[in-house]
């Protein structure tokens, strides 16, 4: 793996001055986010310091966006020689980085098009309109999402979304949305009704705890969706961009599976890794889909944002496909991943009190934890396993992402190199140990 050191930029704050950050937060932020303790100053590969020097392993990614870790050197490049030629240019002209970016997206799918926007929710919102588009002649706009889903935080995200807590205070959502359980293909069929126009599934769920959709239940829905004339569409927000160890995490799912020939969804939302940390998103769409030109559906006038494939941003995302393609970064992911989840499943043998297990696949994992109570060494007057390990592991020098109440997440760098991921494992271990 490239394992090349990258010396980090000094800190720009050379004083440990955690607290006067905070009270910045606290004075002129909107409290929205529940924050951990830390304040964070440079990166470099997958470790970042905090403002008083601290180092520490990043396993978290961004929640899955620093595809290829902090401060590489191919995307200062990018950002720095595009930014000389053009920084943005109005949608209303071409330009060559969201044309070649598009033909780069749909060369790792199907014949399809490609719409460029900022972030997963707007990705998700193209999805909606595609599929209120594709049912409207014939009075169809609803669509199916799964329980425990996640689909972004605009009014139509937190209306899709399968969890009760983001819709709480917001109501009334927006109409047509109805959920199903996850990986329960009867339960899809028989929530159809004749204003169904779509399902959407996330890939592998990630905020509802790292759950990959099975082989069966991607078939199917593809059967289903073909049987009803619906848009099988997929939220691969965060388990997509090579995560799973393929581009899209269905291609490995699917991978020798009989009667997986020719799978394809016929809509997919792009964000997180796309930019490595420059905000853009995206959506990929089928040419046909049940004799519709799906790919023609969004037609001139009918969809935009301002900032959407900008040169600068597409650009980045350019280099990023160059730098996972050059250094075979899925087949990292892929190995890396299984290392990391039999690891996983070895400290779930050996603490059995702490760890009950394994979840997901590639670098989209999951380390299932037992409730507060029952691990000895955790503080009874706080109730979330999760969020208790996850600040243990900051002490200790981790960066993981919590997701629920008993799922810690990894979501590393795609070029994060088997020594890290052992130390990271090392650390973990030492930390499950010390609970035991
Ligand atoms: C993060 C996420 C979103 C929302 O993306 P934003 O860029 O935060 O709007 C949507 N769907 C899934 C599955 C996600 O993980």
Same mark, same amino acid.
């Given at each position: 793996m490239n394992d090349r050191v990258i010396l980090p930029t000094p800190p720009p704050i050379l004083k440990n001055q955690q607290q006067e950050i905070r009270e910045l937060f606290q004075r002129f932020v909107v409290p929205s986010y529940g924050r951990f303790n830390l304040a964070l100053s440079h990166g470099a590969g997958s470790h970042v310091w905090d403002v008083s020097g601290k180092r520490y392993l990043d396993l978290g990614g961004g929640i899955a966006v620093c595809s290829l870790g902090h401060a590489h050197p191919e995307i200062t490049e990018a950002l720095v020689e595009q930014s000389r030629r053009l920084v943005h240019v109005s949608n209303l002209y071409y330009q060559e980085p969201q044309g070649r970016l598009a033909q780069r997206l749909v060369g790792h799918l199907a014949p399809g098009k490609v719409f460029f926007c900022n972030s997963g929710a707007e990705a998700n919102e193209g999805l909606f309109k595609t599929a209120r588009k594709f049912g409207h002649d014939e009075g169809r706009f609803e669509i199916l999402t799964a329980v425990n889903s996640f689909h972004g935080r605009t009014l139509g995200g937190i209306s899709a979304t399968g969890q009760e807590k983001v819709k709480k205070g917001f109501e009334p959502m927006v109409e047509g949305f109805r959920h199903i359980p996850f990986n329960d293909l009867e339960a899809a069929r028989a929530a159809i009704s004749p204003a169904t126009a779509a399902i959407l599934i996330e890939g592998i769920q990630g905020e509802g705890g790292i759950t990959p959709a099975s082989a069966e239940y991607l078939l199917g829905l593809r059967k289903l969706c073909d049987e009803k004339r619906l848009l099988l569409l997929?939220? *691969?927000?965060?388990? /997509?961009? &090579?995560? +799973? /160890?393929? &581009?899209? +995490?269905y291609q490995r799912v699917l991978e020798g599976v009989a009667g997986a020939e020719g799978f394809s969804v016929d809509g997919i939302s792009m964000a997180k890794s796309l930019g490595g940390g420059f905000p853009i998103g995206a959506f990929w769409l089928r040419d046909q889909a049940h004799g519709v030109e799906l790919g023609q @559906?969004? =037609?001139? %006038?009918?969809h935009g944002t301002t &900032? %959407? =494939?900008t040169p600068l941003g597409c650009a980045v995302a350019l280099r990023i496909l160059d730098v996972i393609e050059r250094e075979k970064l899925a087949d990292n992911v892929r190995t890396t991943g299984d290392f990391l989840h039999a690891e996983i499943s070895r400290l779930a043998e050996q603490y059995p009190g702490v760890v009950r297990g394994a979840r997901g696949l590639g670098f989209m994992l999951g380390i299932e934890l037992q409730p507060f109570d029952q @691990? *000895? %060494? &955790?503080?009874?007057?706080?109730?979330?396993s999760s969020l208790q390990m996850v600040n243990r592991l900051h002490e200790a020098g981790v960066l993981t992402i919590p997701s629920g109440t008993q799922i810690v997440r990894l979501l590393p760098a795609l070029n994060l190199s088997r020594a890290l991921a052992e130390e990271g494992i090392q650390i973990i271990e030492k930390v499950v140990r010390s609970v035991a």
């Open positions: 997929l939220d *691969a927000v965060q388990c /997509g961009h &090579f995560r +799973s /160890g393929r &581009f899209q +995490s @559906i969004l =037609g001139p %006038g009918t &900032f %959407g =494939g @691990i *000895a %060494g &955790f503080k009874r007057e706080e109730t979330v």
